[in-house]
């Protein structure tokens, strides 16, 4: 099992920045990704950004160039650094984690984990 804490949310102005944590705990072995996502009301969550275990990394087109998604291992922490926020920016960001679980030779499943969600408000 994998424990997700989310912070760092909050109220910023249109072109501030925010920095969101989310700290893993449990059985953190086999993590192969970790991902931001996002749901404002009455829409569908999206993908925000990932970072698998490589460090290789995507982004939401509309967020490219300004946020920026890393991965402190030996804290078992990811981050997203979110810089010139805009309104439509304002969204529940959730926190997911993708396990690898092997139950047998040759046969695996992924698990998702998630977090219980941080409030980012983007208003003047």
């Known amino acids: 099992q994998v424990q997700l804490v989310e912070s760092g949310g909050g109220l910023v102005q249109p072109g501030g920045s925010l920095r969101l944590s989310c700290a893993a705990s449990g059985s953190t072995f086999s993590i192969n990704a970790m991902n931001w996502y996002r749901q404002a009301p009455g829409k569908q969550r999206e993908l925000v950004a990932g970072i698998t275990s490589d460090e290789s990394t995507n982004y939401l087109d509309s967020v490219k160039g300004r946020f920026t998604i890393a991965r402190d291992n030996a804290k078992n922490t990811v981050y997203l650094h979110m810089n010139s926020l805009k309104p439509e920016d304002t969204a529940v960001y959730y926190c997911?984690?993708?396990?690898?679980?092997?139950?047998?030779?040759?046969?695996?499943?992924?698990?998702?984990?998630w977090g219980q969600g941080t409030q980012v408000t983007v208003s003047s």
């Open positions: 997911n984690a993708v396990q690898l679980r092997t139950v047998a030779a040759g046969l695996a499943f992924k698990d998702n984990y």
